[in-house]
Each structure stands twice: as structure tokens, then as C-alpha cells.
């Protein structure tokens, strides 16, 4: 059984950081891609960054610059390093095993990118 837990949400002031971690289990994590995507209430959820296996990664406009995801493929871990944080990163973040990233040496964007399992959030929320 396919599982992803996430951790390490919290609340936080404008300027802070946060470090998400996702532990994946019940599949091969090396051979996927992965990502993590957030859900704002009453807007669409968002891709914010994704990973291949092989450590190279995509972001949104919005992150680029301040957010890194990266991944130990020996631990089965995801992580979302988070700096300088904005009360619009304030949203539900998702880890995700994505279908398909894109091919071999391209990217799907982030809105292309299918999703095959979610983890269950964890709430990130920014504010003086």
C-alpha cells in the first residue's frame, strides 16, 4: 500500500522558514517522481515543485528562489525547505508520487503533471 505522510507544517511570520518532510512507503521511491503542491481555501491546488529521481527539479514562478525540494532516496523522504515565507504561501501542502514529469530530459509543467497518490497535508500558515 502506497503511503505518504507528511510533516512539519506550523505557523510562522513573514521572512521564516519552514522545512516539510514527506515519508513515502509501499513502492520503489528512487524510481518516481515526486512532488509537493498546496491548496490555498477557495482556490485551485497548485504544483509548487517537483523531483526526479535523479535529484533535478522544477519550480513555480512564485517559490523559485526561496524553496528548495529535495529528496534522500535512501530514507524514502521528500523534503520542502522553505525561506522567506509570505502570508500567500499560507495553504495545505501536499506531498505527491506524480504519474509522469515529463519526457526524458524535459518537463511537463507544473498544471500538467497527473498525480497517482497524495499524502494528507500538513498546514502551512504565514502571519504577523
Known amino acids: 500500500e502506497v503511503q505518504l505522510v507528511e510533516s512539519g507544517g506550523g505557523s510562522v511570520q513573514p521572512g521564516g522558514s519552514l522545512r516539510l518532510s514527506c515519508l513515502a512507503s509501499g513502492f520503489t521511491y528512487s524510481s518516481y517522481c515526486m512532488g509537493w503542491f498546496r491548496q490555498s481555501p477557495g482556490k485551485e491546488r497548485e504544483g509548487v515543485a517537483s523531483?526526479?529521481?535523479?535529484?533535478?527539479?522544477l519550480y513555480a514562478d512564485s517559490v523559485k528562489g526561496r524553496f528548495t525540494i529535495s529528496r534522500d532516496n535512501a530514507k524514502s523522504t521528500l523534503y520542502l525547505q522553505m525561506n522567506g515565507l509570505k502570508p500567500e504561501d499560507t495553504a495545505m501542502y501536499y506531498c505527491a508520487r506524480v504519474q509522469n514529469c515529463g519526457p526524458v530530459g524535459g518537463w511537463l509543467p507544473l498544471s500538467k503533471m497527473s498525480v497517482a497518490y497524495w499524502g494528507q497535508g500538513t498546514q502551512v500558515t504565514v502571519s504577523s
Open positions: 523531483i526526479r529521481g535523479t535529484g533535478m527539479s
